[in-house]
C-alpha cells in the first residue's frame, strides 16, 4: 500500500503542477485551431516559446509585469498573422509542414550563440533562468509564506486503513464516470443544469481527491500553490472564453470551415478570415501557457520544442477535439499517466523488490514510449477521445 | 656530555633522515623535474579545492613559444604566465567562479595576432575567451587561436565556397535517398510520413548493431541494413497502413499516427541502444585532399552510392512497368485501379523500397557523420519535408532536385550567416518558396488552397 500511496502521490504533485495547467492552456488554444477550425498546427510550441521569450525578456529588460505579458502576447499575434498570411490559402497538410518548420526555426534561432545581440537577451540553448524574471509574479503572491497540505482534512485524519482509500478512490473513479457520461450528453440533462452538474461533480472530485492523496507544498516559492492556483485560474477563465466564443455565431462560423470550406464561401463568409481569427486567438492561448509554463522554470528553447506539440495533440485527442472540457481532461490524464508509468516503472520494473528490467533512465523513456503507443492507439481505435463526438472528426486536409 | 654533543648528535640523526627521504624521492623529483621541462607546472584539480585552465598556444606540431597568457579571475586581479617551447599554459585557480583568458599582444610573434572565440558567447573583452562557470575539481580547456595579422578571409573565399559546395552536394544526396521515398509515399497514398526520419535512425542503428556490435563485414552489413529497414516498410504496411486505408481512417489521422508513432520509436531507439552517439566504423576515414576540397573516400564512396542508387530507383520509375504502375497510381489512384493496377501491391512495394532507401540514407549518414543516434533522422526530418515540399509534394525527380537544393543551402548559408541559423535558412526558404509558387519546383500548378 506503501508503494501505491507513493506513486499515488507522484501522480498527484504532477496533476497540481503549474506546468501541467500551461500545457492545458495551449491545448486550449490547439483546441481552437484543430478542433474546431481544422487547421493543422503543428507548431503551437513555436507560440508558446515565443510567449516565454516576450514575456521572460521584458521583464529583464527592467518592464513592469503587465507590459510584459502584453509583449508576450503581441509577439504572438504578430506570428500567428506572419504564419497565417501565406498558409492559410493553402491545403491542409501545406500548413502542418509550415508551423512546424517555423517552430522550428523559432526554436533555433531561440537556441543560436552567433549573433552577440542575440544571445545577450535569449542566452542561447542555456536559456533565461527563471530567477531573473520571476520575482515580479512572486511579489504579486498574497499567501504568504509557510507550507499548506491540502486538504489539512484529509484521510489520515480519519482512518489509515487502505480499505477507506480503496473505497474512496473508487467513488473518485465512479463521479469521473459519471461526469463523462453528463459530458457526452447521455444523461439526459440540458444548458444550465448540465453545465452546474459537470461543476459540482468536478468539484467532488477535486476535493476527494485531494483527501484521498493530500499534496503538501509552499505557498508562495517556486511550484508553490501561489504558481498553482494562478495557473489553474486562469486555465478556468481560458475554458469560459471558449465556452463563450463557441457559442457564438462565431464559433458556429469556425465549424463550418471546418466542415465545409466551399460551402461557407457561397454564403458569404470571409475563410481566409475566420481561419486567421481561429489562428490568433489559439496562439494567444498558446503564449499564456508559455508565460504560465516557464515561470517555475526557465525559458529554455528546447524544452519547449517539437515534442511539446507531440504531447499537446496527444492530450487533445485524448481527452477529445472540439470540446470544451476535452483539453484540460486530456493534459490531466496525460500529465498523471506520465506519471504514474515512470513511478510505476520506478517502483515495480526497477527495483530489486520486484522486477529489475531496466534503469532509472529506461523507464522515462518507457514512458515516453508508452505514449508514443497510446497515441497512435487512441487515433486508430477511438479518434474522438473521451468526450468527444465521432461525427465532429470526419474532416480531412 | 656538553651541548653541543647533543646538538651535533641531533643534526647528524637528521642529516641521515633527510638523506634517507631523499634517496626516496629522488627518482621522483627527477621524475617531476624531467615533467617540468615540457609543463609549466603540473595541474592537477583537487576535489573542492583547485581546478585547472590549461591550453596551448599554437598547435601541437608549431607551438608558439614566450607568450604571456593572462588570466583575469573573478575578482579581477589577473595572473600571468610566459609559454615555454611546447607552448602550454596551464592556470590552477581556487575561487569557483567566472575567468577570462587573454594574450598580451606585445608578446605574440611579429605579424599574428589573437583570433576572438568564433561563438558569441565565449567571447570576452579584447578578444579574450571566457571560461565560466568555473568549478573546482574540473579541467577547463581554453582554446586560443592564433591567426596571422593579414590574415585575409576573402582570399579563401573561393575554396571555402567550393569545399563547402561539394559538402552541399552530399548532404544533398544522403537526403534525396530518404526523401524520395518520402515523396513517393506522398504521392501513392496522400500520408505526409512523420515517422520516416526515425526509418533513417532505423538504418544508422542496424548499421551499428551489424558491423560494429556483431563485425559483420561493412559491405554486407550495408546489404543487411537494405533488407531489414526494407522488411520493416512491408511489415509496416501489411499490420499497419494497409489495415488503416481499409478502415478508411482520414489522412489527418493516418498523419498523428505517424506522429505516435515516430514519438515511439525515438524513445525506443533510446531504451535499447541509449543515448549517445554511435559508430558504424570505430576506425576513422582515410581523408583525400582534390584541390582545395578535403573529403574523405567515405564520403565518396557514400555518394558514388548514392547516385548510382538514385539512378536506378530512376529508371526503374520511367522505365519499367512496376515504375510506370507507381506513377499511375501516383498521379490518379482510382484511376490507376480502374485500369487494373492492384494499387495495394503498388502501395507494399512504394513502402517497401522506401524504407530500404531511408535505412541506406541513414547507414550512410552515420558513416559520413561519424555516427548515428537516437535523434539523428529527428534532426533532418524537416529537411526532408522541405526537399519534399520544395520539388513539389509527391514528385519523385522534384524531391531529388528539392534534396540538393537544401543540403547546399544547409552547407553554403553559414558563408553569409552565423553557423547556427543553416537550418533555419532551409526552412525559410521553403517558406518563401510556398509564397510564390505553393506547388513547388516540379509540382503541376493545381488548386491547393
Request: some cysteine; glycine content about 12%; charged content about 15%.
Amino acid at each position: 500500500m506503501d508503494d501505491i500511496q507513493q506513486i499515488l502521490n507522484a501522480m498527484m504533485r504532477e496533476a497540481v503542477d503549474p506546468k501541467t495547467a500551461a500545457v492545458a492552456l495551449a491545448v486550449i488554444g490547439l483546441n481552437i485551431h484543430f478542433g474546431y477550425t481544422g487547421l493543422l498546427n503543428i507548431g503551437q510550441s513555436a507560440f508558446m516559446l515565443l510567449g516565454a521569450y516576450g514575456f521572460a525578456i521584458s521583464i529583464t529588460q527592467g518592464w513592469p509585469l503587465p507590459v510584459a505579458i502584453l509583449v508576450g502576447l503581441l509577439v504572438a499575434f504578430v506570428f500567428a498573422l506572419v504564419l497565417g498570411v501565406p498558409t492559410l490559402q493553402l491545403r491542409g497538410d501545406y500548413l502542418a509542414i509550415v508551423t512546424i518548420s517555423a517552430a522550428e526555426i523559432v526554436r533555433y534561432v531561440g537556441r543560436s550563440v552567433g549573433v552577440e545581440w542575440l544571445f545577450d537577451l535569449t542566452g542561447g540553448a542555456q536559456g533565461i533562468p527563471g530567477s531573473r524574471y520571476r520575482d515580479p509574479f512572486t511579489d504579486l503572491s498574497f499567501f504568504g509564506s509557510g507550507n499548506t497540505t491540502l486538504l489539512p482534512f484529509n484521510y489520515l485524519d480519519v482512518s489509515e486503513s487502505p480499505l477507506l482509500r480503496l473505497a474512496g478512490w473508487l467513488v473518485v473513479i465512479g463521479l469521473i464516470w459519471a461526469a463523462v457520461q453528463i459530458g457526452r450528453g447521455k444523461i439526459g440533462l440540458e444548458g444550465g443544469a448540465r453545465t452546474g452538474a459537470l461543476l459540482g461533480l468536478s468539484l467532488a472530485t477535486i476535493l476527494l481527491v485531494f483527501f484521498l492523496a493530500p499534496v503538501a507544498a509552499q505557498n508562495t516559492g517556486v511550484e508553490g500553490w501561489w504558481f498553482t492556483v494562478v495557473a489553474w485560474v486562469i486555465v478556468a477563465i481560458g475554458l469560459l472564453l471558449v465556452l463563450g466564443l463557441t457559442r457564438s455565431p462565431w464559433g458556429r462560423a469556425l465549424k463550418g470551415v471546418r466542415e465545409d470550406e466551399d460551402a461557407m464561401r457561397s454564403l458569404g463568409k470571409n475563410v481566409f478570415a475566420i481561419k486567421m481569427q481561429a489562428l490568433v486567438i489559439g496562439g494567444l492561448f498558446g503564449a499564456v501557457g508559455g508565460m504560465m509554463y516557464v515561470l517555475p522554470s526557465t525559458v529554455q528553447p528546447d524544452a519547449l520544442g517539437r515534442n511539446i506539440t507531440f504531447f499537446a495533440y496527444t492530450a487533445l485527442l485524448l481527452g477529445g477535439a472540439a470540446t470544451i472540457w476535452g483539453p484540460v481532461l486530456g493534459s490531466l490524464i496525460f500529465f498523471v499517466g506520465r506519471a504514474a508509468i515512470i513511478a510505476g516503472a520506478n517502483t515495480y520494473l526497477s527495483s530489486d523488490q520486484y522486477i529489475n528490467i531496466m534503469n532509472r533512465q529506461q523507464t522515462s523513456q518507457f514512458a515516453f514510449v508508452v505514449i508514443g503507443v497510446a497515441l497512435m492507439l487512441l487515433v486508430i481505435f477511438r479518434p474522438q477521445g473521451i468526450l468527444g463526438d465521432k461525427r465532429e472528426l470526419r474532416f480531412n486536409v | 656530555m656538553s651541548r653541543t654533543s647533543v646538538l651535533e648528535r641531533g643534526v647528524a640523526t637528521r642529516a641521515a633522515a633527510l638523506l634517507g627521504l631523499f634517496m626516496l624521492v629522488a627518482p621522483l623529483l627527477l621524475l617531476l623535474s624531467s615533467r617540468s621541462a615540457d609543463a609549466i607546472t603540473l595541474c592537477l584539480p583537487k576535489k573542492d579545492e583547485s581546478a585547472c585552465i590549461a591550453g596551448t598556444m599554437g598547435t601541437r606540431a608549431k607551438p608558439i613559444e614566450g607568450v604571456d597568457v593572462i588570466l583575469t579571475k573573478p575578482d579581477g586581479s589577473t595572473e600571468t604566465q610566459t609559454t615555454e617551447k611546447d607552448g602550454k599554459f596551464s592556470f590552477t585557480v581556487t575561487e569557483p567562479g567566472n575567468y577570462l583568458v587573454g594574450v598580451d599582444p606585445d608578446t605574440l610573434p611579429d605579424g599574428s595576432e589573437l583570433r576572438p572565440p568564433a561563438q558569441a558567447s565565449l567571447r570576452g573583452p579584447d578578444g579574450a575567451l571566457k571560461v565560466d562557470n568555473v568549478q573546482l575539481g574540473q579541467n577547463y580547456g581554453a582554446t586560443l587561436t592564433v591567426r596571422d595579422a593579414d590574415f585575409d578571409d576573402s582570399t579563401n573565399k573561393l575554396d571555402e565556397f567550393i569545399q563547402s559546395a561539394v559538402n552541399g552536394i552530399r548532404l544533398g544526396l544522403l537526403l534525396a535517398l530518404a526523401s524520395v521515398g518520402l515523396s513517393l509515399i506522398y504521392g501513392t497514398t496522400g500520408l505526409s510520413n512523420f515517422a520516416h526520419a526515425e526509418q533513417v535512425t532505423l538504418g544508422g542503428m542496424v548499421g551499428y548493431g551489424l558491423v560494429n556490435v556483431a563485425g559483420i563485414n561493412l559491405w554486407l552489413g550495408g546489404l543487411g541494413v537494405l533488407v531489414i529497414c526494407g522488411f520493416s516498410g512491408w511489415f509496416q504496411d501489411r499490420v499497419l497502413w494497409q489495415p488503416l486505408r481499409r478502415r478508411g481512417l482520414g489522412l489527418t489521422q493516418m498523419m498523428i499516427v505517424t506522429i505516435g508513432l515516430s514519438l515511439a520509436m525515438q524513445y525506443a531507439f533510446q531504451y535499447f541502444v541509449g543515448a549517445d552517439t554511435k559508430r558504424v566504423v570505430v576506425a576513422s576515414a582515410t581523408v583525400r585532399n582534390f584541390g582545395p576540397v578535403t573529403i574523405t573516400d567515405r564520403s565518396l564512396a557514400a555518394m558514388a552510392i548514392s547516385i548510382v542508387v538514385l539512378l536506378l530507383v530512376g529508371y526503374a520509375l520511367l522505365r519499367t512497368r512496376i515504375g510506370r504502375a507507381t506513377r499511375a497510381v501516383s498521379d490518379n489512384p482510382a484511376l490507376a485501379q480502374a485500369s487494373g493496377i492492384d494499387t495495394d501491391k503498388v502501395i507494399r512495394l512504394v513502402w517497401t523500397v522506401a524504407m530500404a532507401l531511408a535505412g541506406l540514407s541513414g547507414i550512410l549518414y552515420a558513416l559520413v557523420v561519424n555516427g548515428i543516434k537516437w535523434d539523428t533522422g529527428l534532426q533532418i526530418l524537416l529537411l526532408l519535408f522541405a526537399a519534399v515540399t520544395l520539388g513539389g509534394l509527391g514528385t519523385a525527380f522534384g524531391a531529388l532536385l528539392g534534396s540538393l537544393v537544401i543540403g547546399l543551402v544547409v552547407e553554403l548559408s553559414p558563408l553569409v550567416i552565423p553557423g547556427d541559423f543553416k537550418y533555419a535558412a532551409a526552412l525559410l526558404i521553403l517558406i518563401l518558396l510556398l509564397l510564390v509558387r505553393p506547388q513547388g519546383l516540379l509540382g503541376r500548378a493545381q488548386r491547393v488552397g
